[in-house]
């Protein structure tokens, strides 16, 4: 069925009940789908022991390193204005968990801890740090 919605549907994305949302600007284009719960495989699970690992030694750093990774995510957002991308502290921070992982193929990503990250000296101690290793794009 198809459905008009001008100005709503630019605000709809997301999940309503079983409806799944997401409006593309560049098309101006809104997909609405059923929900469907993805299927338990080796990726997905391992996907999740990343995630849920990576959100725990996010909340584990200090509120210092946060503003900074929030700071840079700001500056990062002013220079690639009109790109649709937005970025927080938090995605820049799993974007630079991730390109650790690329540098560093021996970091496992579900069981790293901040102990780890100093305890080797790995270039994510600080966001500078990060930046000089090529780990974030410089702004």
Do not use: W
Not at 70 to 79: A, C, D, F, M, T
Not at 101 to 119: M, N, Q, W
Request: glycine share 4%; proline share 4%; charged share 20%.
């Amino acid at each position: 069925m198809k459905v008009n919605l001008d100005l709503i549907a630019k605000t709809l994305n997301g999940r309503v009940g079983k409806l799944v949302f997401y409006y593309y600007p560049q098309s101006d284009a809104l997909i609405a789908r059923t929900y469907v719960k993805p299927r338990k495989n080796k990726n997905n699970s391992n996907f999740s022991l990343k995630t849920k690992n990576l959100s725990k030694f996010y909340k584990n750093c200090t509120d210092s390193y946060k503003s900074d990774i929030k700071h840079y995510s700001n500056r990062l957002n002013n220079i690639r204005v009109g790109e649709g991308i937005i970025y927080n502290g938090y995605n820049v921070f799993i974007k630079m968990m991730h390109n650790l992982h690329k540098a560093y193929p021996e970091v496992d990503l579900k069981t790293i801890t901040p102990e780890y990250v100093v305890a080797l000296n790995l270039p994510v101690i600080t966001i500078k740090m990060a930046v000089e290793n090529e780990l974030l794009p410089a702004v």
